[in-house]
């Protein structure tokens, strides 16, 4: 099932894995289910586990932060989207990273969005399914020990935080729906539904810059795979001396500082209202959300949907709708417009609105990725 060219790594067996589980994740089911469904098929498969429970936010992030890995041949994170996102900030936090970061990381779906979970069921050329058949599929692709590799987008804000995401970055209707329905994490899945009628109702217009790098302008290329290796020298400013230092963050290459204007080559939108942004790097925002059909893990590429001013309700509803098959781009909405970039920047005009990151909140403030 892999496109070609796609290389993959083994895990060994006999198979450690370090199980990080969030007790409280979604509609508070993750250690059940990981116990009923998961355990058993990973026993057969020569799978051990040593399963750690968070107690607290930031608790994962402290332990992968901290911990000596070497016992563990794989990282398994059994939860929502939120729990990796404190791991794999961990990991790139840690002296040895670049080693660190390598760890082969597995995500079983334990919380109420699950993308990461819905993408890699998807990549995999599985059916769409959702709760226990999309967790026993994910526990399967862990039994089965093959892994590739996954883009990580590096994100900066004007207040000096820098984060690794795996799945996306929001501002406006969908970080509304995803941090208001948070009070109704009981319902699983369909606290999703519930939060976006409520914003529709409330339906708020933001107020910013937004600006990227489109794909086909880099380098004059067409969009052909990226390679990473490749010193990417297209009029951006070089990186002062000794910011690569042993053990040092990769640099932001693609990006000027955020105080300076983008570089001439990028794009501004010319509108500065919008109902939301979302640069989103995997093809899934949720379960029953295929935002990204034509993303895969490691395209060296970032989504980015905005939705600008002046769209009706019932229009918006119906993109959501068809946004459960995949099929909101054949809408031709002329108020949502979807373009590949390889980086990007938002500069809100107030601190208004939810800004979140892999479905976490953050202070609104100017970000670029």
């Not at 894995?17 to 057969?44: H, I, K, T, W, Y």
């Not at 804000?157 to 941090?179: C, E």
């Amino acid at each position: 099932l892999s496109p070609p060219g796609d290389s993959y790594g083994v895990l060994p067996r006999p198979c450690h894995a370090l199980v990080l589980l969030n007790p409280q994740s979604g509609s508070g089911r993750a250690l059940d289910d990981f116990q009923a469904v998961v355990q058993p098929m990973l026993a057969e498969a020569d799978i051990a586990t040593t399963v750690f429970v968070t107690e607290r936010p930031h608790h994962a992030h402290e332990k992968v932060r901290d911990e000596d890995l070497s016992q563990w041949d794989t990282l398994v994170v059994m939860s929502g989207d939120g729990l990796l996102f404190e791991v794999v900030n961990g990991l790139m936090e840690r002296p040895d990273w670049k080693e660190a970061i390598k760890k082969p990381l597995c995500i079983l779906p334990g919380g109420s969005g699950n993308a990461l979970a819905a993408s890699i069921n998807y990549y995999a050329g599985y059916d769409h399914v959702a709760k226990k058949k999309l967790l026993t599929n994910c526990a399967f692709i862990l039994c089965k020990g093959l892994y590739t590799q996954m883009d990580l987008v590096s994100l900066s804000t004007a207040s000096g935080k820098r984060f690794f995401s795996f799945l996306g970055f929001g501002w406006g209707f969908i970080s509304d729906v995803d941090i208001d329905s948070e009070k109704y994490r009981w319902l699983g899945s369909a606290r999703f539904t519930l939060g976006t009628l409520q914003c529709l109702a409330k339906l708020r217009v933001y107020q910013g810059r937004l600006s990227y790098l489109p794909i086909a302008t880099e380098q004059g290329s067409s969009p052909a795979p990226w390679d990473p290796h490749v010193p990417v020298t297209n009029g951006h400013l070089p990186q002062p001396a000794g910011t690569e230092a042993p053990g040092s963050l990769p640099s932001d290459s693609l990006l000027v500082p955020l105080g300076q204007p983008v570089p001439a080559h990028w794009t501004v939108v010319p509108e500065e209202e919008f109902v939301l942004v979302y640069a989103i790097y995997q093809s899934h925002l949720g379960t029953n959300l295929l935002m990204a059909p034509a993303a895969r893990l490691h395209d060296g590429c970032i989504h980015l949907f905005y939705m600008k001013a002046g769209i009706s309700r019932v229009t918006l509803l119906k993109l959501f709708l068809a946004m459960s098959r995949g099929t909101h781009l054949d809408l031709n909405c002329p108020h949502l417009c979807y373009v590949p970039v390889r980086a990007f920047r938002l500069e809100p005009r107030v601190t208004a609105g939810i800004m979140t990151v892999d479905g976490e909140a953050l202070a609104c403030e100017p970000v670029q990725g």
